[in-house]
């Protein structure tokens, strides 16, 4: 093809910047990449616990990529609300897609959407500051919280109850966050698995995190850490797995030191029902049994667990876009290689990059290898791409801005980013996320004043 190929990249999470990056190694590409919200990064703004500053601080690497000539953010578009799949293939030659898994699996058990309840996406949402979580979602006024899920996000908002607000104003979260967090009134954690220590999702320095939390112990009970055959050959043939237990062995031995917040490590146990009068009083589970292949029989035994406040974080699910096929049983858009199938073929113009692509798993580093796999066939397509018939790359801005879609462009991130620092500043912290949507569209117009 002659003359450079217009690609539009729809997400600007870790995968979506990724495959810019691979793109535009190629000089003959020029990308935008789109997203929903008028900030970028994805999950990497609104997912990785602010505490976790040295991840955080992987938006420098991704930055280098959205400011590289050849690659222009937009943001405030939506696929489906703003622009449909149909026109955007009037206006790109190549559309990535990159909009990552954004809604929460449920248990489908009694109780489950009793006030006090939430989805560990939700809590998350609210915590990291993200536009679309309402200010007031969340009080904290719960003596006793159980997180349903041993993985390494279950362990991420385990750790965000158990610190103070003080441990946490390093981070940029929101003040109104902050001042919830410094008034919780929360004791007592009990992140809860279905399946044994060996089974156990997260991953070793994550759990040891809790471990040396200075406003909380852990408690483990030894019984629950018993393995059976499928367990003792994962301890023994995969280090990870070992030193998961290993962890959980010498935690359930160590004194308590009275500290104000204790994290219950529980496994075995499968929340059946939630309880409660009007709203969250309890999780009524059943405990299980190995049953020595690595899955778990119930026992038909009960234990209730006292909790105010529940969080679900039994994983994520992509959501269906308008136009696209969907897979509604992975939850994923199908694909051979990247190359989006429509009626069980795949083929040119139309891609797919992350958790959309593969599902919700992996971490940030997995989606460059993905991004990759996903290029290399865009690359080789690219001869045979269909040639949209708009080349003017304000084009796509213009019909926008008439129908009424603000687009907030990369100077209008960049004057985001400097009111975010500004607010840090002000108070004594690095940066302070603004939360609200308008307050947010408001920063980036400053950007065109001035
Ligand atoms: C709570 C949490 C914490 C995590 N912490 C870590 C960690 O500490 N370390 C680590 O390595 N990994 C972590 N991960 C995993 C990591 O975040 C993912 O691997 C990664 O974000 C997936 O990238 P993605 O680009 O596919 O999706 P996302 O990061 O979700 O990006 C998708 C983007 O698409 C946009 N979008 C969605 N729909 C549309 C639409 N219709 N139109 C336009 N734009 C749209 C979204 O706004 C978003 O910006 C964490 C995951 C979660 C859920
Ligand atoms: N710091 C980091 O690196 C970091 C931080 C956060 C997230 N991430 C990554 O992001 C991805 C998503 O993390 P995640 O924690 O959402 O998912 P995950 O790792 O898949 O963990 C989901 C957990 O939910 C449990 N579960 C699922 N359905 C259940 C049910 N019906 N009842 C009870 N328990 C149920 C699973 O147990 P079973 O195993 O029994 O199904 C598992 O313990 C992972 O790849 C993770 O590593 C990384």
């Not at 997400?11 to 190694?25: H, I, N, Q, V």
């Not at 279905?194 to 156990?200: D, E, S, V």
């Not at 962890?247 to 490590?265: M, V, Y």
């Not at 959501?319 to 199908?334: A, K, M, N, Q, Y």
Request: with cysteine; hydrophobic share 40%.
């Amino acid at each position: 093809m002659s003359g450079s190929v217009r690609v539009a990249v729809i997400g600007s999470g870790p995968a979506g910047l990724y495959a810019a990056d691979e793109l535009t190694k190629h000089d003959a590409v020029s990308v935008d990449v789109i997203d929903r919200l008028p900030c970028p990064y994805g999950l990497l703004r609104y997912g990785v616990a602010p505490d976790h500053l040295k991840m955080k601080s992987l938006e420098i690497t991704l930055r280098k990529i959205l400011q590289r000539p050849g690659v222009r953010f937009l943001g405030g578009i939506e696929l489906g609300s703003g622009i449909s799949a149909a026109e955007l293939r009037e206006y790109y030659d190549a559309v990535v897609y990159a909009t990552g898994s954004s809604v929460d699996r449920r248990l489908s058990i009694p109780g489950e959407d009793l006030p006090g309840s939430f989805s560990a996406t939700e809590f998350v949402a609210w915590y990291c500051g993200h536009p679309d979580a309402a200010v007031d979602a969340f009080t904290l006024t719960a003596r006793s919280a159980v997180v349903v899920g041993v993985g390494n996000v279950a362990v991420d908002v385990t750790r965000i109850l158990a610190k103070t607000a003080r441990e946490l104003d390093v981070t940029d979260m929101p003040d109104h966050v902050l001042e919830v967090l410094d008034k919780s009134t929360v004791r007592d954690i009990y992140m809860v698995g279905r399946r044994g220590p060996a089974q156990a999702k997260f991953t070793t320095k994550e759990l040891r995190e809790l471990g040396e939390l200075a406003h909380a112990d852990v408690v483990v009970d030894p019984a629950e850490l018993v393995l059976d055959q499928a367990g003792k050959e994962l301890v023994e043939n995969n280090k990870a797995i070992r030193r998961n237990v290993e962890t959980l062995q010498e935690w359930s031995t160590r004194p308590q030191q009275g500290r104000a917040r204790r994290i219950h490590l529980r496994f075995l146990l499968s929340p059946v029902a939630v309880l409660g009068t009007g709203r969250v009083e309890a999780v009524r589970c059943e405990r299980n049994d190995l049953d020595g292949s690595g899955s778990v029989i119930g026992t038909g035994k009960a234990e209730t667990l006292p909790a105010q406040l529940l969080l679900r974080s039994v994983g994520y699910r992509g959501l269906p876009l308008p136009g696209i096929p969907f897979d509604e049983r992975s939850g994923v858009i199908p694909n051979v290689a990247g190359r989006v199938q429509r009626n069980g073929s795949a083929g040119t113009g139309e891609y797919v990059v992350g958790w959309i692509k593969r599902g919700p798993t992996g971490v940030i580093g997995t989606n460059r290898g993905d991004a990759k796999e996903t290029v290399e066939q865009l690359l080789h397509d690219l001869d045979a791409l269909p040639r949209a018939p708009y080349r003017d790359p304000d084009a796509i801005i213009e019909r926008l801005n008439e129908r009424g879609v603000g687009v907030v462009n990369w100077a209008g991130w960049e004057a985001i980013d400097a009111a975010e620092l500004a607010l840090g500043v002000a108070a004594g912290r690095t940066r302070i996320k603004i939360a609200d949507r308008a307050a947010l569209l408001i920063a980036a117009a400053n950007a065109l004043r001035g």
